[in-house]
């Protein structure tokens, strides 16, 4: 098996695994776990945690085990913004939006994506006064996720954002080297954004 069939294999199964995240949680609102009932707010905390914690996992993987592996240490093949055109690796932020893309085709109740106050892309900046909220306390307190409710389109949302440090060098090197980058001084282990998990409360 060539390494680039083995990575395109790791792709594959990152992104199912988002989908199988996408597709249990409906069921667990249904069986009566995050109802409004009692306590209701451990429930959505659980089930987020557990969404993000299946996140955080896969990125890791993906950008240590693929992405600074192979373009980094091995420089067997680049990771790039136009991987399509230019047949290469899809970077880690690129990942985790085709996952959260993937999972809302089939669960429209789980929502999640990635923000910072120093985007590369400006539509990753913070949109809502959560998200705002939630950036300025991750930096200060990055161990702590923040949750919250708000309601976006008519639909109401449990909130629940998480630190998202930088785990590779191959995460601050693109970043510093971008020439997009507001910031071009982050270090390992950094918070350089956060995750965001939103679960319609029913």
């Not at 905390?45 to 896969?58: E, P």
């Not at 991750?138 to 976006?152: G, I, M, N, S």
Request: proline share 6%.
């Amino acid at each position: 098996m060539t390494k680039t069939k083995t990575t395109l294999g790791t792709i594959r199964r990152l992104s199912f695994t988002a989908v199988a995240v996408g597709v249990a949680l409906p069921l667990l609102a249904s069986s009566g776990c995050a109802r409004r009932t009692a306590q209701p707010m451990d429930a959505y905390k659980m089930a987020a945690d557990a969404v993000h914690a299946v996140l955080a996992a896969d990125r890791g993987v993906y950008a240590k085990s693929v992405v600074e592996r192979l373009a980094n240490e091995e420089k067997v093949i680049k990771a790039t913004e136009h991987w399509k055109d230019e047949h290469t690796l899809p970077l880690p932020a690129q990942m985790l939006r085709m996952s959260a893309e993937k999972s809302r085709e089939k669960s429209a109740g789980v929502w999640y994506a990635l923000i910072s106050t120093w985007p590369i892309n400006k539509q990753n900046g913070p949109k809502t006064p959560i998200e705002k909220a939630a950036l300025e306390a991750l930096q200060a307190k990055p161990d702590q996720p923040y949750y919250a409710e708000e309601t976006l389109r008519d639909t109401h949302y449990f909130t629940a954002v998480y630190s998202d440090p930088a785990v590779s060098k191959a995460c601050i090197g693109c970043h510093n080297q971008h020439p997009d980058s507001p910031r071009h001084d982050f270090v390992l282990n950094e918070t350089m954004g956060a995750v965001v998990v939103r679960l319609a409360m029913k």
